[in-house]
């Protein structure tokens, strides 16, 4: 098959952080580098109405006037038999779409044809810069992407600064260095041809080739924004910051003109008040905001900090810049964006990472009462419901549009940060329906490593005769009866089914009841009796050696740590399979990295190294990719990718269970991204993905409904058989206004 190597050069006054298809409304197309096959790599001016080349046989670059676009070009581009590669595709599909021309706009149309090397580079777990990718594949450096392009890149392709007279560089007024930027435009060419003859295509064909071109679709097609509610939003957070400075400069007699003065801020708190706070950070505030020893007007001034440090409402102005003039927010979603798990990742708003809504400001508008603990840093609200939640999030929408938050609220921001979700609404006419898998990270789990006890719970409960699994989890470890199980008991249950079968223990409890409100110290009291003492005993026993080794105990008392820990222990008695899995599974790798080019098997996974490559093969067929793997003297378990935090390319540590971690995750994305063609082709247009959760857009009928999708989301593909699967969901009938 023949292959169109191609990349763009663009002029546009819009910045591209907001979002290629906000930029493409008004891009200009400048020069068009572009090969066939293996042939010499063109550059064609657009604006200029030239096309150049290297070549080799002559030692010097062909220049050739055209009033058109170059024939060889026209050629592929209108030959649906041609294959279109470019790396991150997205951008110069769209900007054809966009910008270009009849023609550019029919092979745009056609998403089959295109091919992205960042997308297959993501696939496989290498970064997806391609500089960087040029580096990781040790590209040749005559074929690598050009450094010294990107200063050209800057002068020609954004606006100058607004200080200069000269508000755009063209060739016209920078003619010597228009000339060296057509010379390095084809250096992208080089580079993405060298990657891809280096890189593997086991995640880039068949199904998963199908599924990225889903996802071009899904990007293309976007979600309609309440545009009128963001714009309430901002409008409502900007009025009540402005209140809050105000409160400040009277509380501190105009010592301190705003709660963003932080130097300021902890000045005047210790001048005034004699009060030393370490910083103003949200975990601080919340711990010190209602201790009673601390003066009135100190606590006052922790509130009113606390409340205006919510940046959650940025989130708006990144909705409002990047929504098209159609009401509709398109590119939201990156193809295998979330490192070796395969999920997508979120653009733009990054829907992926919406804060929660602020549970201890719905308690305080339902009347709940709020606690405060000192050892989690937070405030709880153990007797609100997911019903109480969304009522306040619902009245927090209305209250905004309205103009009137703050009659209703005492915490405006926290209300304005927890609506950002209810900006993506369903057109006039048409709903929002959305599902998410059940549990399927514990599903999948106990299915992996042959949990059987675990699977016929999951069958029991699905079809309703059996406990939740959160409250089953609760009643092995106080060794109660599954029907006596609370609400905030089952939240116990959760974290323990959230954070323990990936081989975690205190520190991991810690996070997950962080992360669900749990105080710890007031359950390990009630918890401390009912705990097997062989569980207790050794609980003590790892404390007193915890302390001995002088490591960490999380600033947790004593009954809570033994708590925890007992937690712990008894949770992997009662999952044996899955605790064994842990090790089973790093001695596979250990093995493989050691035993090139022999497949092992851990259960139902596939273990290989080829190469620089260490593959973990899934039951979908899918692979994690771990490149340049190493098992150190001590057994450790390494290998090269991108640093989540630092976002550098290094070598990072992994154990048995991280690495299950990583498959039940991939799993629970190989079971959604199987049954999303199902969902279209039923009807259900869908507009976003958020980690095991679809968000689509259907007629406004009863045919399409929660139940519906859920059904569809739910179903089990053939290579999952064995695995109980279930979906929940709901609909949004809100509409914006036509």
């Not at 950002?420 to 998410?436: C, E, F, M, Q």
């Amino acid at each position: 098959m023949k292959t169109l190597w191609g990349d763009l050069e663009t002029y546009c006054e819009l910045p591209l952080k907001d979002g290629v298809f906000q930029y493409a409304e008004s891009a200009q197309i400048m020069l068009w580098a572009y090969a066939v096959d293996d042939g010499p790599v063109k550059v064609w001016d657009v604006v200029n109405r030239e096309v150049s080349w290297f070549e080799p046989m002559l030692g010097e670059r062909i220049v050739e006037a055209t009033h058109t676009m170059p024939d060889d070009l026209f050629q592929a581009l209108t030959d649906a038999a041609v294959q279109i590669i470019f790396h991150n595709a997205g951008f110069d599909r769209t900007v054809l779409s966009r910008a270009g021309s009849v023609v550019e706009r029919a092979a745009a149309g056609q998403v089959q044809r295109w091919r992205c090397t960042m997308a297959q580079a993501l696939a496989h777990s290498l970064p997806g810069g391609l500089e960087r990718l040029c580096e990781v594949l040790d590209v040749a450096q005559d074929q690598r992407k050009l450094k010294v392009g990107k200063e050209l890149v800057r002068l020609f392709c954004m606006p100058r600064p607004k200080n200069m007279k000269l508000r755009r560089a063209t060739r016209e007024s920078h003619p010597e260095e228009w000339k060296r930027f057509v010379e390095y435009a084809d250096a992208d060419i080089l580079a993405m041809r060298a990657c891809r003859a280096k890189m593997p295509l086991w995640n880039y064909q068949g199904r998963e080739l199908e599924l990225f071109h889903l996802d071009a679709q899904i990007n293309a097609r976007g979600v309609a924004v309440d545009l009128d509610f963001a714009r309430a939003a901002i409008e409502t957070a900007e009025r009540e910051q402005a209140r809050l400075a105000e409160q400040t400069v009277e509380i501190t007699d105009g010592a301190v003109g705003s709660t963003t003065q932080r130097d300021a801020l902890l000045a005047h708190i210790l001048d005034e008040y004699g009060v030393t706070l370490p910083d103003m950070q949200a975990s601080t505030l919340e711990r010190r905001v209602e201790d009673p020893s601390l003066p009135g007007p100190v606590r006052e001034l922790l509130a009113i900090r606390l409340q205006a440090g919510r940046n959650s409402t940025s989130k708006y102005g990144a909705l409002l810049r990047g929504t098209n003039a159609d009401g509709r927010l398109r590119g939201l979603l990156q193809f295998c964006g979330a490192g070796r798990t395969g999920r997508w990742s979120g653009r733009l708003f990054q829907p992926q990472n919406l804060a929660r809504p602020d549970v201890a400001a719905a308690a305080e508008w339902h009347g709940h009462e709020i606690k405060t603990s000192k050892y989690l840093k937070l405030r709880s609200a153990p007797s609100t419901s997911d019903e109480d939640v969304a009522a306040y999030v619902a009245r927090s929408i209305e209250a905004i549009k309205a103009g009137s938050a703050d009659l209703v609220f005492s915490n405006v921001m926290a209300a304005a940060g927890s609506g950002v979700r209810g900006s993506l609404i369903a057109p006039k006419g048409r709903k929002l329906v959305v599902s998410d898998l059940a549990n399927i990270e514990g599903r999948d789990a106990a299915w992996l490593a042959g949990e059987a006890w675990k699977l016929r719970a999951f069958e029991a409960y699905d079809e309703g005769t059996g406990p939740d699994l959160y409250k089953l989890a609760y009643s092995k470890s106080f060794n109660v009866s599954p029907d006596s199980v609370s609400k905030p008991q089952r939240q116990i249950g959760k974290v323990q089914e959230l954070m323990l079968q990936y081989e975690g223990g205190v520190g991991a409890y810690l996070t997950g009841a962080l992360t669900y409100g749990i105080d710890l110290e007031e359950m390990a009291e009630g918890a401390l009796a009912a705990l097997p003492v062989d569980l207790r005993d050794e609980a003590r026993g790892f404390l007193t050696w915890t302390r001995q080794e002088k490591r960490n105990t999380f600033g947790l008392s004593d009954t809570a740590f033994i708590v925890c820990d007992a937690f712990k222990r008894g949770w992997r008695r009662a999952h044996p399979a899955i605790q064994t899995y842990w090790g089973e599974l790093a001695d596979t790798v250990r093995e493989a990295i050691q035993h090139p080019g022999v497949t092992l098997t851990a259960r139902k996974l596939k273990v290989r190294r080829d190469g620089a490559w260490l593959r973990i093969g899934l039951p979908s067929g899918r692979a994690l990719c771990y490149p340049a793997p190493e098992v150190a003297a001590d057994g450790a378990i390494s290998y090269m990718g991108v640093n989540q935090y630092s976002r550098k390319w290094q070598r990072l540590k992994t154990y048995g269970g991280k690495l299950f971690e990583n498959v039940c995750q991939a799993v629970a994305r190989d079971v959604m991204a199987w049954n999303m063609p199902g969902i279209e082709a039923a009807g259900y247009q869908i507009v976003l993905t958020v980690h095991d959760e679809v968000v689509t857009e259907a007629p406004d009928s009863p045919d399409f409904n929660a139940d519906h999708l859920g059904t569809l989301l739910a179903a089990t593909p053939p290579w999952a058989q064995g695995m109980p699967l279930a979906a929940g969901g709901f609909e949004d009938y809100r509409y914006r206004k036509d």
